[in-house]
Nanobody, 127 residues
Framework: QVQLVESGGGSVQPGGSLRLSCAVS????????IGWFRQAPGKEREGVSC????????YYSDSVKGRFTISRDNAKNTVYLQMNSLKPEDTAVYYCAADPLPRPEAVLLLPRAWDYWGQGTQVIVSS
C-alpha cells in the first residue's frame, strides 16, 4: 500500500528556510517518481519539484529554481524539499505525490498526472 506523509511545514519570515520531508512506504524510491506540489488559497495546485530514477534526476518549476532543492534518502525512505530564500508567494499547502516509473518528462510537474498523494503540510511565509 502506497503511503506518503509530509512534515516540516511551519511559519517563517521572508528570506528564511524550511525543510519539508515526505516519508514514504509501500514502494521503492528507485522505482517511483516523487514530486512536490503546492496549493495556495484560491489557486490551483502547481508542481514545484520532482525526483526520479535510480540516478535521482531532479526537476524544478521556474518559480523555485535556484531556491529549492529536492533530495532523497533511500535508506530512510524519505524525500526532502529544502526551501531557501522563501518569499510570501511561497505560502501554500505543500503536498508530496508518487507514481511508478516510467514517467514522461512532460507530465512530471502536472498535478493531474499523479495518483498517490500525502495529506499536505502548511507553509506560511510572512513578516
Amino acid at each position: 500500500q502506497v503511503q506518503l506523509v509530509e512534515s516540516g511545514g511551519g511559519s517563517v519570515q521572508p528570506g528564511g528556510s524550511l525543510r519539508l520531508s515526505c516519508a514514504v512506504s509501500g514502494f521503492s524510491l528507485d522505482l517511483y517518481a516523487i514530486g512536490w506540489f503546492r496549493q495556495a488559497p484560491g489557486k490551483e495546485r502547481e508542481g514545484v519539484s520532482c525526483i526520479i530514477g535510480s540516478d535521482a534526476r531532479t526537476y524544478y518549476s521556474d518559480s523555485v529554481k535556484g531556491r529549492f532543492t529536492i533530495s532523497r534518502d533511500n535508506a530512510k525512505n524519505t524525500v526532502y524539499l529544502q526551501m531557501n530564500s522563501l518569499k510570501p508567494e511561497d505560502t501554500a499547502v505543500y503536498y508530496c505525490a508518487a507514481d511508478p516509473l516510467p514517467r514522461p518528462e512532460a507530465v512530471l510537474l502536472l498535478p493531474r498526472a499523479w495518483d498517490y498523494w500525502g495529506q499536505g503540510t502548511q507553509v506560511i511565509v510572512s513578516s
